[in-house]
């Protein structure tokens, strides 16, 4: 039997620098300033010269600074996009129409996840901003600790677009549905099928989403006259395991209700679970409205009612707001903000 053969790397073998302008400069005895206008099809440069530099440019593999390239030309044709949770299909999906519209714009994007967090939220505006992007588009982590560097970014040329979120403080454009319409809907329609006793699940402070929500429900509770329950008022982490474990306890504690108002796909995933594990049915004993467009809520094998906010068409308008701004350079008050159409559908288990 033969052994099988393992390749080795050679013991002395060195990392290869990186070709430079000075590199093809110092061979071709010109300057660099010669060879960056001779790659960049300078008229006050030979064609001779051009031709040279072009061949040698691709012998030794030289490759452009892209950062080097964007301090000339004032453009990096780079987008910064933060993202609160890729965890959540919504965040996701419309991630596919960023980089779908910027691609077919000629824009690269650096996607950056700050968890909810802001002190990750400013690590990773640090990073766009010592990388010098165009702009970019905000999905932020609430709270006001990195407002000042926020202003510096914006005061010194780079251009926002808040999606999905958008920060009253600033003159930030926005691209969003209109939470406050879709949760009243939403909380109406559940009203309407004769449920009385709902509960609002998930924080309802802090982002201006959360909030809006929260009012939606409010709102539609007293237009249909149904009475405000504070003790329905559920505060629970946007994850699976803490509304679980909330809405375990409301069970324990035998407070009733009839339905949930949730505001995110894992929340209610976790309050679903509970439930199921009660005993209780969904929807006849307990009927579920949800935001988020996530996949995991199918997992309960359950019907339930979720708010449609088109992450894609999101995704791509907002990308295409922001390069609009970066191309026009016109100020933030010439362009209006962008509210995308929402929708209320029923959701059956899949095959059912």
């Known amino acids: 039997m033969k052994r099988a053969t393992i390749a080795r790397r050679p013991q002395n073998t060195q990392i290869r620098r990186r070709s430079t302008i000075k590199d093809i400069a110092q061979a071709l005895s010109v300057t660099p300033a010669t060879v960056s206008k001779a790659l960049r099809d300078g008229s006050d440069i030979s064609k001779e010269t051009k031709e040279k530099v072009r061949k040698l440019s691709q012998k030794l593999g030289y490759r452009p600074s892209l950062l080097a390239r964007s301090l000339i030309n004032r453009r990096s044709k780079i987008i910064g996009v933060l993202v609160p949770d890729l965890r959540i299909s919504f965040f996701s999906e419309a991630v596919k129409g960023m980089y779908e519209e910027a691609s077919r714009k000629g824009y690269q994007c650096v996607f950056l996840v700050h968890d909810e967090l802001e002190a990750r939220e400013r690590e990773k505006l640090e990073f766009l901003y010592d990388i010098q992007v165009d702009g970019i588009l905000l999905n932020a982590a609430g709270g006001k600790a990195n407002y000042p560097f926020l ?22 454009r926005s691209v969003k549905i209109d939470d406050f319409e879709a949760s009243y809907k939403l909380t109406s329609k559940i009203i309407h099928e004769g449920r009385k006793r709902i509960m609002f699940l998930g924080p309802h402070s802090g982002v201006s989403v959360l909030r809006d929500r929260f009012k939606g429900y409010r709102s539609a509770l007293k237009e249909n006259a149904v009475p405000y329950r504070p003790e329905l008022v559920v505060q629970s982490f946007r994850n699976v395991e803490d509304s679980y474990n909330k809405v375990v306890e409301i069970l324990r504690q035998k407070v009733h209700f009839d339905a949930i108002v949730s505001i995110g796909g894992l929340i209610t995933y976790g309050a679903g679970k509970a439930i199921l594990e009660s005993s209780k049915r969904v929807p006849e004993d307990v009927m579920i409205g949800e935001f988020g467009d996530n996949d995991i809520v199918y997992k309960l094998g359950v019907p339930f009612y979720s708010v449609v906010q088109n992450p894609q068409e999101m ?9 609009n701004m970066i191309e026009t350079r016109k100020s933030d008050e010439e362009f209006s903000n962008v509210v995308i159409d929402s929708e209320i559908v029923e959701r059956r288990p899949l095959g059912k």
């Open 151 to 172: 202003e510096k970014m914006s005061q010194e040329g780079t251009r926002f677009v808040c999606w999905d979120r958008s920060i009253g403080d600033f003159s930030f």
């Open 315 to 323: 995704g791509k308008a907002s990308t295409d707001l922001l390069i």
